[in-house]
């Protein structure tokens, strides 16, 4: 997926170690890569490797050494020329709605943006924590609504001079379109592994579940897909907020009343959906919502800067949730 920064698995097998080193010594040490454990959120786990550091040049020889092998552990490389928001880090949390998995129809949501909490910089890397956008502990962290963050896209598209897209002239359509083409490539690959009824846990054919996704975007206004998220922190801390999960609430209660009115019955066509409100559809029995027309530059520039000289800050305490 052009979505997902490139990768390598650690901890799977050796071949992904090996090409790893092999990126290093085709010029990718020359930019900063993320050192990611599996399993965990709240920023814990993660590690900024500087460009050209030690920390960064050892991680093939300690991945085949095995000094991973006790959480799964990915290296990624991370995202440079990153749009910021008052020269500060974020990410955008959307949500999607599986309404049914027999079959499987995944729907999305708009949500909201995540900013950080200090000034941010590509080029120094000497400091894991001021690369996060939550869970900092250096302050309170901001928040900024959908709307809010349509008018941001829409100020650096003129900055930047670009008038039209794929999606038309609005750069939040472009944007939000990229994030629902990721979701529903996730979707696919997924689906016959994470998207089935389990009987174990549940005596019937069909469930429904309720999710978010994080992103953040480049000065291209192209789309990274950091992760998926179960727990997608509700906190009520903004008025906007309590708006937004009405919208997500009294929508998700509408589309769960007409699946399962149509399954009951059967004599109608599960789609088109006639009361989704503000969702939208990208996955729907096989068929996946794709961005056509959208190409990306993918020769994207890399990150320099210093590395780190101190250890890293002791690891966070766990908190409720992740928001």
Known sequence: SVYIPESYMLTESEEDTKAFQERLDRGGSTTAWLLKAGNVNQGRGITVLAPNSEELLEVPEKALANEYSDEDYIVQK????????NRRKFDVRVFWLVASLDPLVVLYHDGYVRIGNSDY??????NTVAHLTTHT????????????????????????????????????????????????????I???????????????????????????????LDVWFLEPQYGCGLD???YFRLEMHASLFNGMVDIFEEVW??????????????????????????LSYSYDGYERNQNKPGCTGKSRKHPEPEQQEKEEEDD
């Not at 302050?139 to 670009?162: D, H, P, R």
């Not at 789609?271 to 096989?286: C, F, Q, R, S, T």
């Open 137 to 188: 502990k250096l302050g309170a962290e901001g928040k900024a609504t959908f709307a809010e963050f349509e008018e941001a896209l829409q100020e650096l598209a003129i900055k930047q001079g670009k008038t039209s897209f794929p999606a038309g002239r609005k750069a939040v359509d472009h944007v939000r379109n990229q994030m629902k083409h990721s979701i529903a490539e996730m979707i696919e």
């Open 78 to 85: 991370y995202v440079c020329n990153e749009m910021t928001w």
């Open 236 to 238: 009520e801390d903004y």
């Open 121 to 126: 910089s590509e080029t120094d890397f000497s």
């Open 261 to 286: 009115k149509k399954q009951e019955e059967g004599t109608e066509k599960l789609l088109p959906l006639k009361m989704g409100g503000n969702y939208e559809v990208v996955y729907a029995d096989g």
């Open 190 to 220: 997924f689906r016959h592994k994470s998207f089935v009824p389990d009987h174990r846990i549940l005596p019937t054919d069909n469930s429904f579940s309720f999710y978010c996704a994080d992103f953040i975007l480049d000065n291209d």
